[in-house]
């Protein structure tokens, strides 16, 4: 199987990240091959195919979370633009690397701390004192991830008394307080009901002028509704990489046609 | 990528679903290919009967059109279907608009039919006029409805081909009407009718094409609406024909 994207694919004019091929190795296994794919700026990708197929584990590619795996290994490159950083090269700090790319996880995990506490937690990191420059930071953060109204009057309150819901709302304000350039979302609403997961995918496509977002998702009208581009991949292979219109209404690859109309190939 | 096959779903209701839909179309294609069918012969042999028999039979298309429309919007608010599920619905949807249409030209020529019936033959026997038109009208509409049965793409465009001989043929049949209308006022009436006749024909085919139209787009996905024939064989040699990129639309079980 070819790994580069389709022939006739529609490459982003503006890729803010590009993997060119990357593999990844948990240790003998070969996790990902050869993997060449652009990630649009301030656009959404996502990223779909079936369990084990290697989308969490390239979308954990970008910001190193592989690192503390004994015995994991990448090849080749994630370039984050504009300034040509290898995103898995060794001499990169991978602290340096999640302070520009936030990541939001399919359970919410707040911190057990306030509601307030969790969103500035990493401008506090960052050293950031002035106590009028974080509740600033803090209202941005929450208006930006459609939780402000919510919480405003108990910021002090423990993050743990919100709902599924919000909790997750509240992991995208944490994510989003530092001005990240990229964000993964790794299956963000597979916990959530639908109102809930509408709000977050709401949120998501509000987002997409100001930040990139790079989604991995089970649901597949979830992606076809959020995502500009959409990649499928299969046995840690890249299938096809098209605007999500083509994916859904004509692929190129008949393994992605299978995947997407419920047949297995 | 000219021939499509439908293959099996993970959830066998939905492969029912489809498959059912599909049979449904064709069922409604065989309608309506025997109501043009019958209105002709009814037109040729001046029998009143079959011709009444299409017009009562219209309601009978016109209720098929309903049913499958309405079983086409339960299958996109169920099972939300993606690509080639996705266009075989949307196809279906606008094949059986023109289906209907045809059964509306074939009504009109059933009604004409109703009224010669009743009148002197003399020189309003002007069926032969269109019979050839009217052949090969039919024979359109046949090939359209083969060529969605077996959802093939080149089959498909062959037929697109035909549509011309069509136009042709009635322009022969307006040119024919105007001669004899001149020739004798006595005949005018009766040309009209045959101008009808062939005005609808002209249209049957015109839905034929149509169709054939949805099925390359069912199994390519390229809308090939309002381009050229040439313009069309020309993008289907361009955009691959590769077996890696044939679209999976596939059959459950082709003989059913």
């Known amino acids: 199987m070819n790994t580069a994207p389709a022939p006739g694919a529609h490459w982003p004019l503006l890729p803010r990240a590009v993997a060119e091929n990357l593999s990844f190795y948990y240790g003998a296994f070969q996790a990902l091959k050869s993997i060449n794919l652009p990630v649009a700026d301030r656009r959404v990708t996502a990223l779909i195919g079936p369990s084990g197929c290697g989308k969490s584990t390239f979308l954990r590619c970008f910001n190193r979370m592989h690192d503390l795996q004994v015995g994991s290994r990448y090849e080749g490159s994630i370039t984050l633009y504009p300034e040509n950083i290898n995103l898995v090269a060794r001499n990169v700090d991978p602290i340096e690397v999640r302070m520009r790319i936030g990541m939001v996880f399919q359970k919410a995990n707040p911190f057990p701390t306030s509601i307030a506490d969790n969103v500035t937690y990493g401008l506090r990191l960052r050293g950031m004192k002035s106590r009028v420059r974080l509740a600033e930071a803090l209202e941005k953060a929450l208006v930006g991830a459609a939780l402000w109204d919510e919480v405003k009057d108990r910021l002090e309150q423990s993050a743990m008394a919100l709902s599924g819901g919000q909790m997750q709302r509240l992991c995208i304000a944490r994510a989003l307080a530092t001005s990240p350039e990229l964000v993964l979302f790794d299956e963000p609403t597979s916990a959530l009901d639908p109102i809930a997961t509408a709000k977050i995918e709401e949120l998501i496509a509000t987002l997409r002028d100001q930040v990139t977002v790079l989604i991995v998702t089970h649901n597949m009208q979830q992606a076809a509704r959020l995502s500009d581009y959409t990649a499928f991949m299969y046995l840690g292979e890249l299938v096809e990489y098209d605007t999500a219109a083509k994916i859904f209404t004509n692929p190129a690859r008949k393994a992605t046609e299978d995947y997407i109309t419920g047949r297995y190939g | ?256």
């Open chain 2, 1 to 256: 990528m000219e021939k499509a096959e439908l293959g099996q779903h993970i959830l066998s209701r939905y492969n029912e679903d489809l498959e059912r839909l599909r049979s449904d179309v064709l069922q409604m294609g065989g309608l309506v290919a025997s109501q043009l069918h019958h209105a002709l012969q009814a037109l040729a042999e001046h029998n009143s009967s079959l011709a009444g028999d299409v017009v009562s039979n219209e309601a009978r298309v016109n209720q098929m059109e309903v049913d499958i429309d309405d079983e086409c919007s339960r299958i996109l608010a169920t099972r939300a279907p993606a690509a080639s599920d996705l266009r075989l619905v949307v196809a279906i949807i606008k094949t059986i608009t023109d289906l209907e249409r045809v059964g509306d030209e074939a009504h009109k020529i059933g009604n004409i039919g109703l009224r010669q019936a009743g009148m002197d033959r003399g020189a309003g026997d002007g069926y032969r006029i269109v019979r050839h038109l009217g052949r090969e009208a039919l024979a359109l509409l046949n090939q359209s409805l083969d060529v969605f049965a077996r959802l093939d793409a080149k089959a498909a465009l062959e037929a697109l081909k035909h549509d011309r001989i069509l136009d042709e043929e009635f322009e022969a049949v307006q040119r024919q009407c105007i001669t004899f209308m001149i020739e004798d006022p006595r005949t005018i009436r009766p040309s009209i009718d045959l101008l009808w006749v062939a005005r609808a024909l002209e249209r049957v085919g015109d839905h034929a094409k149509n169709i054939c139209e949805y099925v390359i787009y069912m199994v390519g996905g390229r809308d090939v609406r309002h381009i050229s024939v040439q313009d069309i064989e020309l993008s289907l040699q361009l955009t691959g024909t590769s077996d890696d990129s044939a679209v999976a639309v596939h059959r459950q079980d082709s003989a059913s």
